[in-house]
């Protein structure tokens, strides 16, 4: 069944000619939503069961409704630019959200070759396996916790059903795993560097969230994670998805914060760049414009690139310093 519409990250919108609105930065992958309201209840979510928030939100971002078949025919226009090199479907939990997510990717492909990755929510590995031959790129997890503990707190369901589906997904499509973490959510430090290592062991990729208190959800009252908190895990998670260094060479603390990196970073900022699938960039997704970047949408200049390592606190060394409790 192909819907006929589907909500477009605002970003997005202007980068296919749909919208017209100032953007900071432009995406470089084109974002799209689908299957409104979801029937889970993560406390974070605007699009949760119970959220109260826009229905057109997501995180900070604004996604506006088109037809299905507009987004199609501008994606056709503008994937051979080399403006958006990929296209990201995000879907909520619906009964029909799985056969609809398919719909839309044939569709796509249908008319250009341009990577298509999801998040979703399958039901087993056969609906993987679906998208997976339809051409998906990516299958993105939404796990977001670090641990069960978290899982349990914020999200519901079936902690050990999730990670045995993403098992089962890299094993059987190797490189086609994504996870999406969420740092800020009540973990320790150790507990998401625990969780990153497991999912490259996996040769599954992860990309990190810094947690965004949004007006309407159970957690709009709680703090986004401390900048040089979420610097630390940047730097945890660039060395470990670089092979420069694992969970066992570092550092923690007894109450979990991690001290020290089993390796040195780069000077030129890579590890606070925009984490996850290749191409995805995600704007403003956890920050204002003109606020703390937690995740950068492009290259650090030099000096932010300085003080994004300050805030890490690494010395030649590869150990962190301790000024920032």
Known sequence: ????????????????????????????????????????????CAQARDSRAGALQLSRVTWPEFPLWAVVERLRMTAGRGTLLRACLQVTASAAAPQEALAVLRAVKAVCEVPFDLAILPRDVDQVRALVRAGADHIGFGLDAACERIFRQVKGGRWERSLVLIEQTAQAFPGRAAVHLIAGLGETERELVERIQWAYDLGVTTGLFAFTPVPGTRLAKRPAPAVASYRRLQAAQWLIAHGESRLEKMQFEADGRLVGFGAALPHDGSPFRTSGCPDCNRPYYNERPGGTLYNYPRPLTPEEAARALAEVGQADEGRGSRDDR
């Open 1 to 44: 069944m192909q819907p006929e519409s589907v909500n477009v990250s605002l970003g997005t919108a202007v980068v296919l000619g749909l919208a017209d609105a100032p953007v900071a930065c432009l995406p470089t992958t084109a974002y799209l939503m689908l299957g409104g309201r979801c029937r889970l209840d993560c406390a974070f």
